[in-house]
Nanobody, 124 residues
């Protein structure tokens, strides 16, 4: 049974930082590209970023580029999302997801497994 479990969310002031973690089990983690998405109330789930299976390449949404960084530790079956210079508009539930091999990565349908999400709230 595949499980993705996010942690590290919380309440932070604008300009602050948070690091989210996503621990994976039940899959060969090093064979999956990993993505982060977020969903704000009343909005669709949107792409945040993606890291290749090796960690050698990353892609980010324009809205977070230069502020967020994705990394992974295949030995720990964990992917991270470092979020700096947070803004109130970053407030959302953040989800990690595993991509088995699609060359596409910006759509929710490109991902095979999802975590339950962790809430990030940025106060102004």
């Amino acid at each position: 049974q595949v499980q993705l479990v996010e942690s590290g969310g919380g309440l932070v002031q604008a300009g602050g930082s948070l690091r989210l973690s996503c621990a994976a089990s039940g899959l060969t983690f090093s064979r999956y590209a990993m993505g982060w998405f977020r969903q704000a109330p009343g909005k669709e789930r949107e792409f945040v970023g993606r890291i290749s299976w090796s960690g050698g390449s990353t892609f980010y949404a324009d809205s977070v580029k230069g502020r967020f960084t994705i990394s992974r530790d295949n030995a720990k079956n964990t992917v991270y999302l470092q979020m700096n210079s947070l803004k109130p508009e970053d407030t959302a539930v953040y989800y990690c997801a595993a991509n088995a091999g699609s060359s596409e990565y910006r759509r929710t349908s490109d991902y095979d497994y999802w975590g339950q999400g962790t809430q990030v709230t940025v106060s102004s």
